[in-house]
């Protein structure tokens, strides 16, 4: 695939630890993630290291894998970044099998493969990405999730920014990893 980012990717690495991260994200997904090599490998290693810390510590949310990856495909949606609506659906057509919910999360409101807790998160995590929480959106997650769940899925959509953020800012592209998948 040609980049398109508005850096040149640094293919071949000099740094031993940034080879190292190469090689795992080719051992993870297939290559080496764009946003690794047009970002983080221009950063100093501690912002890799904490990305993947941030990754690791959202599995231990109160929330369930599944509705993570749904927020995270839903604000990526939003936020009209393809390289994590690539890499999200990727990983929920690895890890699920009703893709289908994972390719039409943007139209959950009137979709019957989503439950009433789903719709109400999906909502409130909406709201917390416009920076405009009514309260109505607050006391009907409220009614399905804990106080810690809701704080799970704000710390979500806010993750999902700092993503889409970095890719938007240096015009970082889907990887296509749906294609590779399929």
């Known amino acids: 695939m040609m980049s398109t980012s508005r850096l040149q990717p640094i293919e ?18 297939g290559k080496v993630i764009s946003p690794l090599k047009v ?11 904490w990305t993947n810390k941030m990754l690791s510590l959202e599995k231990k949310l109160p929330i369930s894998a599944e509705l993570r ?4 495909i839903y604000i990526a949606q939003l936020n009209t970044c393809h390289f994590c609506i690539d890499i999200a659906q990727a990983e929920a057509m690895k890890k699920f099998q009703h893709q289908e919910k994972f390719l039409s999360v943007q139209d959950f409101e009137r ?3 989503f439950t009433s807790d789903e719709k109400a998160a999906l ?9 405009k929480v009514t309260d109505t959106s607050f006391h009907e997650i409220k009614k399905y999730f804990s106080e810690q769940e809701v704080i799970s899925v704000a710390w979500m959509v806010m ?4 993503y889409n953020i970095m890719n938007h800012a240096f015009a970082v592209e889907s990887d296509g990893f749906c294609q590779i998948k399929k």
């Open 69 to 72: 990856l749904l927020i995270r």
């Open 123 to 131: 909502r409130f995590a909406r709201e917390v990405n416009d920076k």
């Open 159 to 162: 993750s999902e920014n700092v």
């Open 39 to 49: 970002i983080y490998s221009r950063l100093p290693l501690a912002f890799g290291i």
């Open 12 to 29: 071949n690495p000099t740094s031993p630890m940034l080879r190292a991260l190469y090689f795992f994200s080719k051992i993870k997904t």
């Open 111 to 113: 979709s019957d493969l």
